[in-house]
DNA sequence: GCGGTCATTGGA
DNA sequence: CCAATGACCGCA
């Protein structure tokens, strides 16, 4: 805050929210003949350091005692100050996630590089006439890519001739070549409205239509609910052209990096350029370069991962959320916010519209919907017109393999029609490694994670028993370390590499390739392979879960799920919610581009609600199925799921807290615990020591409600982490 | 969040 | 005995 009208010309003060986990902002003297207002930059003294900081707008802490105050050490005068939207948003998610606001700011400062101007690059010119005392190949070679006049960087000059640096050195030093500052990098082309204009089926046109028309309605929220294959890119690219006419910038954000390749290419196929990207693997300098155009303006679409979302936007005006429904938006460690639910909350804050999109929405984004919080646009129908897989449970109990096989006769039978028609086959299990579970079969030992209790995973190809949970993991024994015996040891269940082998044997001459994420050659050798599949160079391919998403395989007509029952027996009360969407994803792979697609689920429980649901491809028999059957357990029909984590110096109190929670959190009706309360009370490594799980209905104020119950502790607590999985609608 | 401070642990 | 390691505090 400014002070400067003060008569008696005073010193004058400002409050900076800091980058740290303090309660709020500090103040500091502002130098004189130096003038800040709210969202400027400035960098300040904290401790023994200097840390970047924003100028905010509380008024002061008059509590402060005034010899104590340091001055503001540098103002970023260079960069637009923060503005008020922007600093709401900040304030707005620090209290809703019960996290530091300064914690928030320090997302949003995330490129320090960006407040400053870009260096101009040193590239080096032919001085006009100038010759080499010696004419070497290497430095005829530089000189003949100099003809055309233009300045170089070195280093593309070395390139591009062919010479090592040095030799670049060598004609500078002779005054054959000069050094001079090129101009920075100019500002990225802006995205043609026009450039492509899709042709769209009636559903999506309608959808689109819906979409323009929300940006007169201020805060808008839409959900475009469309099946795997529907089009909704094309549909919410309407919406980015919209806003893009309107002069407004434009945010889709993306759950996961692997993603974004392929939206670029689509991206510039509609609009004829790239959209600049943010996430955690863009280079410090395009980070800063983004930052940058996005505060000036100069870029008009980023594409990014959730961090995207504190950017500085000059005009945003619109944000995507594509695969909503995806848990990568939340991120769960220092602030732990959900980046749809706080789309939403920019959206709203700023009046603009927020579309977001799924083949299968989140329980809550369709409840929002249901109850006309959301629009809802349907695309029942894939966009090329090809026909949804027919899918059909095969029913391990009666019709399954034999002992030692998981793949059923019935989908063997279908394989080799595939793989004899020239199609791809996906068998899918989200399970790693060979098996979940190795037992001696002399005296009945199980491997055991000695730090969790998880059962430890054979990896076959590392051979190595590793554990799922914590990332622990051993040498496979020669023999049992209980009992003793030598070759006593027995794999129980599958993962991929079991399938794999199992492939192997009933089809020696098909090509086979596992996807799964722990395999040797990390992320390069995954996005090879997967680029392999998508060209048709293998016929079956098993995955883990990480070919749901993404990629199209245009040859892909058969998709097998080898335990359709995995997921759904767990104790997380979405598990339900996240089988369904994860296997209606990995089953709309089949025939998604040529349709004729097949799908086999198998499972022991047919009758299941999830894998009924998705036999039908009734999805909203699944909703009305899930929705009940929350009730019915008691819970809200779709509710705030909050972890409190109870961590801090003391432990025997924060463990009393979590009991005393435990105990009396049954009695208070807003609030359910998940599971009997023991189970509720776990214990997690690392820096946690308690979670609690409680699913609250969104009528009760989380916040409130914790904060009541801190202030009747008989000492304070320390170090109570709350993380809350919710959706903000209500509260906005 | 991070750097400084102070206490605890462990090797002689 | 001290060095290394870890918990905790305060920052304006």
């Known amino acids: 805050m400014l002070f400067d009208d003060d008569p008696l010309q005073r010193e004058t003060i400002a409050s900076v929210m800091v980058p740290v986990a303090v ?19 400035v960098r300040v003294p904290l401790g023994p350091r200097e840390v970047l900081g924003a100028v905010w707008d509380n008024e002061p802490d008059p509590a402060i005692n005034p010899k104590k105050l340091k ?24 209290n809703w996630t019960l996290a530091a606001p300064g914690m928030v700011l320090r997302m949003v400062l995330r490129s320090e590089e960006a407040l400053e101007e870009e260096p101009p690059v040193a590239g080096v010119r032919k001085i006009e006439g100038a010759a080499p005392e010696r004419m070497t190949p290497a430095r005829s070679r530089v000189l003949e890519t100099m003809e055309d006049g233009f300045a170089w960087t070195k280093s593309g000059l070395a390139h591009a001739a062919g010479v090592s640096p040095s030799v670049i050195d060598g004609l500078l030093h002779q005054e054959v070549l000069e050094v001079v500052s090129l101009p920075a990098a100019p500002p990225p082309p802006k995205p043609q409205v026009d450039f492509c204009k899709p042709d769209l089926t009636p559903a999506q046109r309608e959808a689109a239509d819906g979409l323009i028309e929300s940006f007169d309605k201020g805060a808008a929220v839409s959900l475009i609910d469309g099946v795997t294959g529907s089009g909704k890119t094309e549909v919410y690219f309407e919406a980015v052209a919209e806003a893009l006419r309107r002069d407004r910038q434009v945010l889709v954000l993306l759950p996961e990096i692997a993603l974004t390749e392929q939206f670029l290419r689509r991206f510039e196929q509609r609009f004829g350029v790239y959209p600049a990207e943010w996430h955690s693997e863009v280079s410090p300098k395009n980070r800063a370069r983004t930052w940058r155009g996005v505060a000036s303006g100069d870029v008009r679409v ?8 504190f950017l500085p936007y000059l005009e945003l005006g619109l944000i995507v959320v594509d695969e909503e429904h995806d848990s990568a938006f939340k991120q769960d460690d220092r602030v732990p916010y959900s980046a749809r ?26 409840v929002n ?26 029913d391990m109990r009666h019709q399954g393999p034999e002992r030692g096989r998981w793949i059923a006769p019935e989908l063997l039978v279908a394989m080799k029609e595939a793989f004899a028609d020239g199609a791809q086959t996906l068998l899918f299990l989200n399970r790693r490694g060979y098996a979940p579970l190795t037992l001696c079969r002399t005296c009945g030992h199980r491997f055991q994670c000695p730090h969790c209790s998880a059962w430890l995973v054979e990896h076959r190809f590392q051979g190595r028993l590793v554990c799922h949970h914590c990332g622990h993991n051993e040498k496979v024994p020669e023999s049992c370390p209980s009992c003793g015996s030598v070759d006593s040891l027995i794999a129980c269940g599958p993962g991929v590499e079991r399938v794999a082998e199992e492939v192997a044997d009933r089809f020696p001459e098909a090509r086979t ?37 993404g990629h199209n395989f245009p040859k892909m007509r058969l998709v097998g799920v080898i335990d359709a029952d995995l997921g759904l027996a767990h104790g997380d009360p979405r598990a339900a919610e996240k089988t369904f969407q994860l296997l209606a994803q990995v089953t709309g792979r089949a025939g998604r581009v040529t349709g004729g697609g097949k799908g086999f689920l198998q499972t022991y429980s047919p009758d299941h609600p999830v894998i009924k649901a998705l036999l039908s491809s009734d999805r909203d028999a699944f909703y009305e199925a899930e929705i009940a059957a929350r009730q019915a357990a008691g819970l ?41 309360a023991e189970a509720a009370l776990a214990m997690v490594r690392g820096r946690y020591r308690y979670r609690l799980l409680a699913m609250a209905p969104r009528q009760l104020d989380l916040q409130a409600y914790l904060r009541a119950w801190l202030e009747q502790a008989p000492r304070p607590v320390k170090g109570l982490r709350v993380q809350v999985d919710i959706d903000p609608q209500h509260f906005l």
């Open 369 to 394: 919907a249901d109850m006309g919080r959301y629009r809802r646009f349907v695309l029942p129908e894939r966009a090329s017109g090809a026909a949804l897989p027919e899918l059909k449970a095969i």
């Open 71 to 94: 001055s503001i050490s540098h103002v970023y005068e260079g960069a637009r100050p923060l503005d008020k939207d922007l600093r709401r948003f900040i304030d707005w998610v620090a």
């Open 302 to 309: 980023v594409i990014g991962a959730r961090s995207a979302l």
């Open 341 to 366: 639910d706080m789309a939403v909350v920019r959206g709203h804050i700023s009046r603009f519209p927020v579309v977001l999109a799924s083949a299968t929405p989140s329980i809550e984004s369709r």
């Open 23 to 41: 309660p709020g902002p500090y103040t500091y003297k502002v130098p004189p003949g130096v003038s800040v207002v709210p969202g400027t930059i």
């Open 513 to 549: 390739l596992i996807l799964s994420s722990d395999l040797p050659g990390g992320p390069d050798r995954l996005r090879r392979e997967m680029k392999i599949v998508e060209e048709g160079g293998a016929d079956i391919v098993i995955g883990t879960q990480l070919v749901a998403k």
């Open 636 to 676: 809200p029909p779709f509710g705030r799921l909050a972890a409190i984590v109870v961590s801090g110096p003391d432990k025997r109190f924060a463990e009393d807290f979590a009991r005393a929670f435990v105990r009396a959190a049954p009695r208070e009706p807003a609030i359910t615990l998940l599971g009997p």
